[in-house]
């Protein structure tokens, strides 16, 4: 896990070695997913042109979320 502080401007910085292993380069984009309680950055590769390849019943942040409650449920029987 990595922590990283927020400016004031409300601007955080990816440490070095996120942006290596993610190939992150200036002027990238990422994407950032509202997951209620969680926030997940996810990069954006124009280059590789995948977007629609696989199609779901529903907006993937819905399965997200489902996943999420799913893996909550399971680790409170334990």
Do not use: C, Y
């Not at 070695?17 to 926030?39: C, H, M, P, T």
């Amino acid at each position: 896990m990595v922590t990283v502080k927020v400016s004031s401007k409300g601007q955080i910085v990816l440490p070095k070695s996120i942006r290596e292993k993610f190939g992150i380069k200036a002027g990238d984009e990422v994407e950032i997913l509202d997951l209620g309680n969680e926030l997940i950055i996810v990069p954006i590769k124009k280059d590789i042109k995948l977007r629609g390849l696989v199609k779901f019943d529903k907006p993937v942040i819905e399965i997200l979320k489902e996943v999420r409650e799913e893996e909550e449920k399971l680790e409170a029987k334990k």
